[in-house]
């Protein structure tokens, strides 16, 4: 199976301040048919993930524009521009390209 | 509104058996592939089984096979996940999910608690 190994798994923001997820797959996420399937979701406290990017950058209907994605091949990062008290709870990658399709461990973001 | 409702979840013995359900709303089901993703208490994701739109195509964990049975029905917007052999270690909210581009709606869960 597919190891995603996201870092780190704690990270205390300050309000408004800029925020990084890296996320890493065991193998290369590239399709044969040159799609690379890499999403991010979001899981607030005591409710269900919400998927805010899929196939490495694109945004999910309704996600906020500071929410971004980037990287290629095996390395991927999740960016928020200024970070709101919404934001806060745990960050999932998670890759399709593979099946079983496997999630990272977690990122959880509290605000400091 | 866009809506996914999971039931058919409670307690039951190890070697028992659970149907869940997970009833659409809100957006056009059949263009939909889905899945069954469940969280054990304080735990990660973890991906159970995936459906294509027709129902042709199904895939399931390697922990799962044999054991779990992916099913839709398009006719009534509906999804479904046969349980049987239930291990203590499948104990989990298990949540249906949609894939679309744009787009990706999760149901709340429903809780299956496996226990003797």
């Known amino acids: 199976d597919v190891v995603m190994t996201q870092s780190p798994l704690s990270l205390p923001v300050i309000l408004g301040q800029p925020a990084s997820i890296s996320c890493r797959s065991s193998?290369?996420?590239?399709?044969?048919?040159?799609?690379?399937?890499l999403s991010w979701f979001h899981q607030r406290p005591g409710q269900s993930p919400r998927r805010l990017i899929y196939?490495?950058?694109k945004r999910d209907s309704g996600v906020p524009d500071r929410f971004s994605g980037s990287g290629s091949g095996t390395d991927f990062t999740l960016k928020i521009s200024r970070v709101e008290a919404e934001d806060v709870g745990v960050y999932y990658c998670?890759?399709?390209?593979?099946?079983?399709?496997?999630f990272g461990q977690g990122t959880k973001l509290e605000i400091k | 509104e866009v809506q996914l409702v999971e039931s058919g979840g409670s307690l039951v013995h190890p070697g028992g058996s659970l149907r869940l359900s997970c009833e659409a709303s809100?957006?056009?089901?059949?263009?939909?592939?889905m899945s069954w993703v469940r969280q054990a208490p304080g735990k990660g994701l973890e991906w159970v089984a995936h459906?294509?739109?027709?129902?042709?195509?199904?895939f399931y964990v390697e922990s799962v096979k044999g054991r779990f049975t992916i099913s839709r029905d398009n006719a009534r917007n509906s999804l479904y996940l046969q349980m049987n052999s239930l291990r203590v270690e499948d104990t989990a909210v298990y949540h249906c999910?949609?894939?679309?581009?744009?787009?990706?709606?999760w149901g709340q869960g429903t809780l299956v608690t496996v226990s003797s």
């Open positions: 999910a949609g894939w679309g581009d744009g787009d990706a709606p």
């Open positions: 809100g957006f056009t089901f059949s263009n939909y592939w």
């Open positions: 459906i294509s739109q027709s129902g042709r195509d199904k």
């Open positions: 193998q290369s996420l590239v399709y044969s048919d040159g799609t690379t399937h």
């Open positions: 196939k490495v950058s």
């Open positions: 998670m890759q399709n390209t593979h099946w079983p399709h496997t």
